[in-house]
């Protein structure tokens, strides 16, 4: 048994009672212990209150003061509860008020003092929903023979008492290492903790995997029982499964994945066909294993699936959704047949898609490809090889033809796409939010366009046939996080504007992009312009998706073995073909095609069984909040890698001058990013040994007072790397040249 106070306390809603039974099954008590770990539990919330019980069944207690929320601490000891609602007011939490809570957890705050204009309000925390810190990594110092922990991460205001677990603690002492909280802190007893490894002498002795994978508390491999779950899945499918299933074997068929040699090729899961219609239109296909056909709900694979939510790629290391036995099972290989899930897409001659289907297939891969081989049979299309040929000529179609006449359409409507090279491992947007205008691979940037179409077709599918589904949103950004950009740009002699400050559009970012791409700095600035962008969240409800120009729905459904949204999406789809009623009655002659958006507003009774829809719609309102803390926990592990990766190579380089551009300026210095390696860097106005530096808020610059030199947005200097925080991700720079010269009296005093 695994839970939260947070997990439990979501089936509680709309002041229903609960049964202890029914919360035993939705918590997964499977044994004797179990169920009594979850009865004191309940007997607890009930006596601090947070709970009532009546006629033997349990409600939540109604509090207007109690706020949920989650506690962000500074390494200075102020600690503030940020609500999950966007607008509301963080709470500050005085650290007598904290209650043993830590950086990071979940907690239910108080409200103890009203804010005022120029004041947070102000709480105290009165229940731990959920820790965020299993584990940490920490330091191990002795003292008076009895061990210690400090947490490397300084907002942790805490030690922990190292107890002995079979290793030898004098080993560890000054060393870095994993530990993993065996007791959380009571009342006066600090908390209690058991090195699982050492692994290092430091932080930059230690592997920078390691080191991603302990601060996240990240697993890096499976247990042997799951393992074994994994072994015992089937090597093939029953015959009978192809009958109930549209043949695709006869078609030619086609994988594409990155550059990779062949017996380390990643997961496949995904598979292309393009056909010209009777018509004359494309019918374009994006086939998807069917994962959903083996991984079935609530079997120890999909549990393990559903807790870690989604895949994570640290480099060349994989923290894989499922076992690697599963994804080499299933991984869609030549020369055999494979059960799908297929979005079958008309498009006419403009690129406009006309209708599409959604149902289940077997394929056969006839050709897997890699995209430097698809741009080398594209840039020498005359001396293809006759059996070559076919294939050559639906990748011609495909990327010289469809794929350019969608983007078009995808333009015209208001989309837009950064100039960056795509490192995402995922043929659709993946985490980045976006769509990615690659110069190296531009067929990967052509064959996203139509993978995004089959994710929308998907929710689109979906919504109108009325049945729950997950789907991915993504707010439009915040003006502040765009008005520094805007003055860089302007500075660079750039004409940008937005059409308002209080709504933001994608075809305000279409003409940004037009605009920056004028730029010399084009690298840069699109990166920049990349962070303005928020993460995408999962939700029960439809919504819009900024980056992608989506105001109604969008979701993700083309990756099922690497995300656990999509597997579930693949789910739903599947419950539509095996138990969607296509007609109201019985006694209704004719039905629509539920597989086709043909049916799409003529649908007026309920597709799925009212039970089924419940129980659909309860698990995925409870789902939500888990499946975007592990994206937002895989999105952090990422770029933690890649910072630390940043910051090795910077440490490396120390002493050595780059030149580079001002993107941010503060009080207490400014900030440079070195455009070959994409590192930022500060200079703290404390290096700026010529002169005393003044800041100017509103013209974006520090000034010199007597030599009248200005550090501004926008400006060219070049830097010396000075010193290199690994662990942090922190470089110090200082100049050598640079700057801007101003005549006296240009900038007054603010």
């Known amino acids: 048994m695994e839970f939260s106070i947070a997990t439990l306390l979501s089936h509680f809603s ?7 039974k029914l919360l035993e099954r939705k918590l997964g008590c499977e044994d004797g212990e179990s169920v009594e770990k979850l009865q004191i539990i309940l007997d607890a919330l009930e006596l601090v209150g947070i709970l009532e019980k009546e006629r033997g069944k349990y409600r939540r207690v109604p509090e207007d003061d109690l706020v949920e929320a989650k506690l962000r601490c500074s390494s200075k000891g102020f600690c503030f509860a940020i609500q999950d609602e966007e607008d509301a007011e963080d ?51 002795k003292e008076e023979e009895q061990y210690q922990a400090i947490p490397l991460d300084d907002r942790l205001l805490f030690e922990l008492l190292l107890e002995q677990n079979g290793g030898n603690l004098e080993e560890a002492v000054n060393h870095l290492v994993h530990v993993s909280v065996v007791r959380y802190p009571i009342g006066e007893h600090p908390p209690v903790g058991q090195v699982t490894r050492i692994l290092g002498s430091d932080a930059e002795a230690a592997a920078d995997t390691d080191i991603v994978c302990c601060k996240h508390d990240l697993s890096q491999t499976f247990s042997e029982e799951v393992e074994k779950a994994a072994l015992e899945l089937p ?74 939510g989604t895949t994570i790629y640290l480099g060349e290391k994989v923290l894989s959704m499922l076992p690697e036995v599963v994804t080499k099972r299933y991984s869609l290989k030549p020369d055999q047949d494979f059960l799908t899930i297929s979005v079958i897409m008309t498009f006419d001659k403009n690129g406009q898609l006309v209708e599409y289907t959604i149902e289940p297939t077997v394929i056969r891969i006839d050709h897997e490809l890699t995209y430097p081989e698809v741009q080398s049979i594209l840039a020498d299309l005359e001396n293809v090889p006759e059996d070559q040929q076919p294939l050559a000529d639906k990748l011609k179609d495909l990327f010289f033809t469809l794929s350019p006449l969608v983007k078009a359409q995808r333009l015209q409507r208001g989309g837009f796409e950064l100039q960056l090279e795509p490192r995402s491992p995922y043929q659709d947007e993946g985490r980045i939010g976006t769509l990615l205008a690659s110069s190296r691979t531009p067929i990967r940037s052509l064959l996203t366009e139509l993978v995004v179409l089959a994710n929308k077709a998907v929710a689109d599918h979906i919504r109108a046939l009325g049945i729950p589904g997950i789907y991915c949103t993504q707010p439009e950004p915040d003006w502040e996080e765009l ?100 007609r109201r009655t019985r006694q209704t002659k004719t039905g629509v095609n539920l597989f086709s958006n043909s049916c799409h507003g003529n649908i007026n009774w309920n597709v799925l069984p009212p039970a089924m829809q419940e129980e659909l719609e309860e698990m995925f309102h409870f789902l939500v909040p888990s499946l975007n803390d592990r994206e937002k926990t895989a999105e952090e592990a990422e770029k933690d890698l890649e910072g630390l990766q940043k910051a090795e190579k910077m440490k490396e380089r120390t002493g050595k001058v780059f030149k580079g551009l001002i993107t941010g300026v503060q009080s207490y210095g400014f900030f440079v990013e070195i455009e070959d390696l994409l590192v930022e860097g500060l200079v703290h106005v404390s290096s700026l040994k010529d002169d005393w530096y003044e800041y100017r808020s509103r013209h974006g610059c520090l000034v010199g007072r007597k030599n009248h030199i200005a550090y501004r947005l926008g400006d060219e200097v070049e830097v010396e790397v000075k010193s290199v925080d690994y662990y942090r991700q922190q470089i110090d720079l200082v100049t050598v040249s640079g700057g801007s010269s101003t005549n006296n009296g240009d900038w007054e005093s603010e």
């Open 14 to 20: 709309d002041n229903k009672l609960v049964a202890a």
């Open 235 to 308: 090597l093939t499918f029953d015959p009978e499964t192809i009958e109930k299933r549209a043949d695709w074997r006869e078609v030619l068929t086609f994988t594409l994945t990155e550059d990779m040699e062949r017996d380390s090729l990643p997961f496949i899961e995904t598979a292309f066909t393009l056909e010209k219609t009777e018509d004359n239109d494309w019918q374009f296909a994006v086939h998807i294993s069917d994962i959903a056909h083996y991984i079935q709900p609530n079997s120890l694979l999909d549990k393990i699936a559903k807790k870690r």
């Open 91 to 141: 709470i500050y939490v005085r650290e007598v008020h904290l209650s043993n809570a830590w950086n990071g957890d979940r907690v239910l705050v108080k409200v103890i003092k009203e804010g005022t204009r120029r004041r947070s309000p102000e709480g105290e925390v009165k229940l731990i929903l959920e820790r965020a810190n299993p584990s940490l990594l920490a330091q191990v110092k």
């Open 483 to 582: 008005e520094d950009l805007l003055k860089l740009a302007q500075n660079l002699g750039l004409d940008v504007s937005l059409e308002s400050e209080e709504e933001i559009t994608p075809q305000d970012y279409y003409n940004l992009t037009q605009m920056l791409g004028k730029s010399s700095h084009v690298h840069v600035l699109s990166y920049l312009l990349h962070e303005t962008l928020k993460s995408s969240k999962y939700n029960s409800h439809p919504g819009s998706h900024f980056g992608l120009a989506y105001d109604d729905c969008y979701t993700h459904c083309v990756s099922p073995g690497k995300r656990y949204v999509d597997l579930l999406m693949q789910r739903v789809l599947k419950l539509v073909f095996s138990d969607g009623r296509d």
